[in-house]
């Protein structure tokens, strides 16, 4: 347990280089060797803190990457998340304030608005790129590649979510279309991705749900979402390598969907007022392996020595429990979640190494 003297705002020491099979060894629901942390996204102040710089012998698109890979490598990961560039779902814009609306910037209302709708080739993706960032990283790290959003997001983001309620039931076959156009395109992307031996897996980074529900019914995501998350996860599986879905909300009513249908290697993302991560583990970490999960209120509200001590608290549980965790928080670090509190999570980690 630490205390008072202990100086929460100095960087954690980070020993010996990344090596991506300790998150492999989780997502096989096994210990790994040493404690491991596990991350969807970090911010942009805690690279600058990691005195992470552009690099001038790379264009500013491709630096920006760099600057991710390494500001992951110098917190102590053993891979980088990145989604590869110039690949996304256009839409209209939206008002980025405190929060945002799941129905602006809709563009796709009807039929014809559908047939106009310019859908991203997969096939045109910068993969090579792929080869440059292997040539920057240690040779044991890897990456771990993101959509651009995920299934759900993407159509949500094009029809907006209450015109999508209506279209399931106005329009059951253009809302089929539209989850076909979104998810065909997401599915050769990540087939692209996992030929690479850069990349280590993948995150299906898709929000299901709100705090007491998905956000369609569990039959319709069954119906609309799921089968697109099968073919992610078998494009991964078929490269050998692991998947792991990102989903905010209450995911309870199909989790075993996620698992025994989709099959998920791992589940990132969770709140103490949905699910603590503490009883997401004692129920199914022997059936997917539990990723990150300390909830960011309780990251951005409590003390250091608290977060340390549920952190510590939640590797030994783990270690008691067989493996099959990773340490982290339940979503990723944006930037007003506290340096000192971040390395105090990840303190817990890396003094073990």
Known sequence: MKTDQTDWGQLPVVRGEPDFKHVLAVLRREKPERPTLFELFLNGRLHRNFNVTSDPTWPPDISYYLNIIHGFRKAGYDYATLNLPNFGFYAGDVHKQATVSLNEGAVITDRASFEAYRWPDADKVDYPVLDRFMAAMPPRMKLMICGPSGVLENVIRLVGFESLCYMILDDEQLAFDVFEGVGSAL?????????????????????WGFKSQTMLSPDDMRRFVFPWHKQIVEAAHAAGKPAVLH???????????????????????YEDTIMPVETAYDRYHSRIAIMGGLDVDFICRSTPE?????????????EEGGGSYALGTGNSVPE??????????TRAALEQR
Request: glycine residues 8%; contains cysteine.
């Open 187 to 207: 599915v050769k992307y990540y087939r692209h991705c996992v030929k690479h031996p850069v990349v280590g897996g993948i995150f299906g980074n898709d929000d």
């Open 247 to 269: 989903s905010c909300g209450c995911l309870m009513p199909v989790m075993d969907d996620v698992i025994d249908d989709l099959r998920y290697d791992g589940k990132h993302s």
């Open 306 to 318: 608290a977060i340390y001590n549920r952190a510590a608290a939640m590797l030994k549980r783990a």
């Open 336 to 345: 007003y979640v506290p340096d000192a509190n971040y390395y105090a999570m």
